[in-house]
């Protein structure tokens, strides 16, 4: 798969948020899925769960990418997330193989605005 292909299960995992469509995540994470920044979520079942209970607690969450680069299986992306009223940044680095997203990786640095 092509650079840039790796980059569309990043993106449908980030509308996945955005929207509250947790069908999304049958379509874009790998059944052994694995977010290292969240090791209690195993599995599309409870990303899915997840993605509820955060919209629900959070009307206003969104992320906006502000970069994304591929290489490889690894995908990178830098991102704006609202929640609360408040703003942070973000960045992952996700490995993708076989169309799917199989790991991620989360740094964050704090900016309330």
Do not use: C
Request: proline share 4%; hydrophobic share 45%.
């Amino acid at each position: 798969m092509n650079i840039e292909a790796n980059k569309a299960p990043v993106r449908g995992y980030i509308e996945m948020w955005n929207t509250g469509d947790v069908a999304l995540a049958d379509e874009v994470l790998a059944t052994d899925w694995v977010d290292h920044a969240h090791p209690e979520v195993v599995g599309t079942d409870h990303v899915k769960q997840a993605v509820v209970k955060v919209r629900a607690a959070f009307p206003d969450f969104h992320i906006t990418i502000e970069q994304i680069i591929a290489e490889g299986e690894l995908v990178a992306v830098r991102a704006t997330v609202l929640r609360g009223g408040k703003t942070s940044r973000v960045m992952w680095l996700v490995r993708v193989a076989e169309g799917k997203m199989r790991e991620m990786w989360t740094g964050s640095e704090s900016s309330p605005t």
